[in-house]
């Protein structure tokens, strides 16, 4: 059996400092990526445990594993949520107008995926390029028209695009920064192929929102980073660049999109959105060790409860499904030590995962289909973070008397009175979904 490597964090990725505060121990676990077929074969666990640093409030993982273990070949595919391509759309519109993107233009995504993203810039003429390490993913987008290189986005990556296409009138990351242990490396070569007026636009999950929303499912082994607008800001200074805008959007829990640009552009800084948040943060404590350490009680009560009522729900006698084979689930149970036969299965639309057990805990994946033959009294959500689109396509399930186990921000159950409940109130309020 070939072992994975793992290597301790030592110096901050993006300062160098090396004066941690290590708060948060979630136990050793597998990678929540790292779905088998073989339940004789045994499963590698790592430790998996968060610090921040002292000087520029970066929040990382202690230990670091082997990013061709993680990426090579890989499970999670671009999701088929509405939201998220309501979402991905929008931002597409965003900077076409506020680059005037067209067919002279060139757009980069660092970690592409299946090239969902690159695919709405297609139809208005610009010229796209995807950067992604894993070989059965870039496939399937080279498959449906994307333009893709099967690479690690470094500076000599990025220097050999610029030979080959020219600067990038737009450089998108989204969710993968997070996954990268050289930041220098990577900014670097965002600023080598970046054209003069271009953006850098970056979507990470926001740190103020994962404490807010007790989101500790977000920590896993391929998320090293958990960031600050003013730990990027920080790190996008030190290489001629500046933090210029950054929107919130309730997306995998709660994310922000940062846009970056050169220094010497022609694109002011909005004062409103950057310093504004950088305040907040301060205002919020998050600049101090006593606000992680708070967390970290609060992660501590979360998890036992979760197991508590997952047991108490099953010695009522009630048969428990997951919904949503997702790496955040992955984390929610086996960092909460749900005992393995809690779940009967789990379902989930992912074609790659059907078909494979859930890491450390040997869960079977079924598709839809399948899960609808074997019904089970509660869907444990463990994609809470699409919990309104998936309780409104579920409504017949719930309708039949099935209920849905929320764990995050706190567990509770959920059933068709609820859902009815909060479907009068957005009328009532006028609100927009």
């Known amino acids: 059996m070939q072992h994975t490597r793992v290597t301790p964090v030592r110096s901050c990725r993006v300062c160098g400092a ?5 708060f948060l121990e979630l136990g050793r676990v597998p990678l929540a990526n790292s779905f088998v077929t073989d339940e004789s074969v045994p499963e590698e666990i790592f430790p998996l445990a968060l610090m921040s640093c002292r000087e520029c409030r970066l929040m990382s993982l202690t230990h670091v594993v082997d990013e061709h273990d993680l990426y090579d070949h890989y499970f999670y595919v671009s999701s088929p949520s509405r939201l998220i391509h309501r979402h991905m759309e929008g931002l597409a519109k965003h900077y076409r107008g506020a680059l005037d993107l067209g067919a002279d233009s060139l757009v980069v995504e660092i ?3 299946n090239g969902d993203q690159l695919a709405k810039f297609q139809p208005h003429g610009c010229q796209v390029l995807g950067i992604d390490p894993a070989q059965n993913i870039t496939a399937q987008a080279r498959d449906r028209g994307v333009d893709t290189r099967t690479d690690f986005f470094t500076e000599e990556v990025a220097k050999s695009v610029r030979a080959d296409r020219g600067q990038a009138d737009l450089i998108m990351a989204r969710h993968v920064i997070a996954h990268i242990d050289d930041l220098h490396d990577l900014v670097a070569g965002v600023r080598e192929l970046l054209a ?4 850098f636009a ?18 896993y082994h391929e998320h090293l980073s958990y960031f ?5 800001q920080r790190l996008f200074q030190e290489f001629g660049m500046r933090v210029v805008d950054v929107a919130g959007f309730d997306v995998h829990g709660g994310s922000i999109v940062v846009t970056v640009a050169h220094d010497d552009s022609r694109h002011r800084t909005n004062p409103d959105t950057v310093d504004a948040r950088i305040k907040a943060e301060a205002d919020a404590g998050l600049y101090r060790d006593d606000a992680y350490d708070g967390f970290a009680d609060i992660v501590d009560t979360l998890r036992a409860s979760l197991r508590a009522s997952l047991l108490d729900l099953r010695g009522e006698g009630l048969r428990l499904a997951g919904y949503g084979a997702s790496a955040k689930g992955v984390t929610l149970l086996t960092t909460s030590q749900v005992p393995p036969g809690s779940l009967d299965f789990c379902s989930d639309t992912t074609p790659e995962k059907q078909g494979t057990l859930i890491p450390g805990l040997g869960i079977p994946v079924v598709s839809p289909e399948e ?3 074997r019904e089970p009294d509660v869907y444990v959500l463990l994609a809470w973070n699409y919990r309104d689109e998936i309780l409104a396509k579920e409504a017949d399930f719930l309708e039949r008397g099935g209920r849905f186990f929320v764990p995050i921000p706190e567990p509770r159950l959920v059933g068709a009175e609820e859902l009815a409940a909060a479907a009068g ?5 006028g609100a927009r979904s």
């Open 202 to 219: 970056l979507e990470v999950p926001y740190l103020v929102e994962l404490i807010n929303r007790r989101a500790f499912d977000t920590v």
């Open 228 to 232: 600050l607008v003013g730990t990027l």
């Open 111 to 113: 970690g592409s995926n």
């Open 371 to 373: 899960a609808a033959e």
């Open 18 to 22: 090396d004066d941690w505060h290590t």
């Open 196 to 199: 003069p007026d271009g953006f």
């Open 425 to 429: 109130r957005t009328v009532s309020t």
